[in-house]
């Protein structure tokens, strides 16, 4: 065998329905190559990786409706939702809280947990949206922030920004939008869900998920610049003089891939996308009701079933990659790279585990 043939090769997309990352997308992939010894960690030795930033950051402005941003590419949503945690903190005066509804990405719990701040999940309404009444019954003096979900991990949900927005108000807290995945479809659709329909402080957004860039670029984005200069400490050795980010030493990858697939798709390339993975999202859905399987209407190119763990099993053994919600539903992530072709097949394999 030659070196070539044994070398590992890349995960293949051809099956995978669980996840949350796509193919990049080709002027991304290359962009990537060309900047990974860049560090946007360090601008003033590497001015060029930092103008691309400073680009990806303002077109992620006018993906996520705010005219001057300020913020970072860094390492995915995590990163960002424990950075909005932190600046809450930060801007606020002794112990604080944080309330968020229960649908909110786990990161929220690493956030709590490494910045020492008690974390207050509110229960959710019948259709898996922050409960308003709920997060309201949760808040109090000591509340530094309130989280709502733009395209919720599990089903795909996007949470009332303004009425959150308008309770973070009443209780003096900062409000922070999690839009790691819905970022790049929510622009599309008729919600309100952006810096443009309420008063947010700071959001995150991925563009290594729906925006296909490559792994790792996820988006912290804040309104003022005061949220980046609680953050920013002194970096004295470097020729750069402070560093708002919770990284060091960054990968150009993630910065320039952004922007590349930025200048690629906004506004009309992401647009196709999301009717194309809406369309897809609907199509499984109702082919999944036919069959007799409860299903949650997606709103965002996601689906989510109750389908029975033999079946879930039966089609992981045929190569498919599936994954459950907390509560046992089969979640199907309808990704750029996921097909109506890949959806059939899927359902025939389905259909012979219910079968068997
Ligand atoms: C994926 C996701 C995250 C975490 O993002 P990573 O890039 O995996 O760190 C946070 N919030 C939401 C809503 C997500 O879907």
New binding site residues.
């Given amino acids: 065998m030659t070196r070539a043939e044994q070398r590992p090769a890349p995960q293949d997309f051809d099956r995978v329905l669980s996840s949350?990352c796509t193919e990049p997308h080709p002027a991304a992939r290359e962009a990537a190559v060309e900047f990974l010894a860049d560090n946007p960690g360090d601008p003033a030795t590497y001015p060029t990786v930092a103008e691309l930033e400073r680009e990806a950051v303002a077109a992620l402005g006018d993906v996520v409706g705010l005219e001057d941003p300020h913020g970072y590419v860094g390492?995915?949503?995590?990163?960002?939702?424990v950075q909005a945690v932190r600046a809450a903190r930060d801007l606020a005066d002794g112990d604080v809280n944080v309330v968020a509804p229960e649908s909110?990405?786990?990161?929220f719990r690493k956030a709590a947990d490494v910045l020492d701040v008690e974390l207050r999940l509110a229960a959710t309404d019948d259709d898996h949206r922050a409960d308003v009444d709920a997060v309201a019954d949760r808040v109090d003096g000591d509340t530094a922030l309130v989280v709502g979900?733009?395209?919720?991990?599990e089903y795909g949900r996007v949470d009332p920004v303004p009425a959150l927005a308008d309770v973070a108000a009443d209780a003096g807290a900062r409000l922070h939008v999690?839009?790691?995945?819905?970022g790049f479809v929510l622009p599309f659709t008729d919600h309100d869900w952006s810096f443009a329909d309420a008063d947010v402080d700071t959001m995150?957004i991925?563009p290594?998920?729906m925006g296909q860039a490559p792994?790792?670029a996820?988006g912290f984005l804040a309104r003022d610049p005061e949220t980046l200069d609680a953050l920013a400490v002194d970096t004295p050795y470097l020729e750069s003089d402070a560093q708002p980010t919770l990284g060091g030493t960054r990968s150009g990858a993630g910065v320039a891939g952004a922007r590349a697939a930025l200048e690629a798709l906004w506004p009309d390339g992401y647009r196709d996308q999301y009717e194309r993975s809406q369309a897809n999202a609907e199509f499984l859905a109702a082919e999944l009701r036919d069959r007799g399987y409860d299903v949650v209407d997606p709103v965002l190119p996601l689906v989510a079933a109750d389908v029975p763990d033999r079946e879930l099993e039966a089609v992981r053994e045929d190569g498919w990659r599936v994954s459950t919600t907390a509560g046992g539903d089969l979640r199907v992530v309808c990704m750029p790279h996921v097909t109506r072709e890949m959806l059939a097949s899927f359902l025939e394999a389905l259909s012979e585990a219910g079968s068997v």
């Avoid at 999690?178 to 819905?182: K, L, R, V």
């Fill in positions: 949350m390492s995915g949503g995590t990163e960002a939702n909110a990405h786990f990161s979900v733009a395209g919720t991990t999690d839009a790691a995945w819905g995150t991925d290594h998920k792994v790792p996820g």
